[in-house]
Nanobody, 112 residues
Framework: QVQLVESGGGLVQPGGSLRLSCAAS????????IGWFRQAPGNEREGVSC????????YYTDSVEGRFTISRDNAKNTVSLQMNSLKPEDTAVYYC?????WGQGTLVTVSS
């Protein structure tokens, strides 16, 4: 079965860190560009970060630049999103996407 499964979300205080993971089954992630997206309540889903397949180049939306880091682990067939210096406005359900496939999402809540 071809699917993506996100994990690593949770409740964290402002300034804290979380590491999200996106695990693929049924296909190999290293052949595809991978994107992380998020959707806060009442908002549209927005792109957060992506990593290319060919050269590993990365992209970050302005609001997370310098705080978030996307990376691949081809041996584990996963892509991670390290999130540091978290802010309340980072609260959202985070999704990964590859080859048009969406995971179920993982909730990140940043609150004191």
């Amino acid at each position: 079965q071809v699917q993506l499964v996100e994990s690593g979300g949770g409740l964290v205080q402002p300034g804290g860190s979380l590491r999200l993971s996106c695990a693929a089954s049924g296909f190999t992630l290293d052949n595809y560009a991978i994107g992380w997206f998020r959707q806060a309540p009442g908002n549209e889903r927005e792109g957060v970060s992506c990593i290319n397949a060919s050269d590993g180049s990365t992209y970050y939306t302005d609001s997370v630049e310098g705080r978030f880091t996307i990376s691949r682990d081809n041996a584990k067939n996963t892509v991670s999103l390290q999130m540091n210096s978290l802010k309340p406005e980072d609260t959202a359900v985070y999704y990964c996407n590859a080859r048009g496939i969406w995971g179920q999402g993982t909730l990140v809540t940043v609150s004191s």
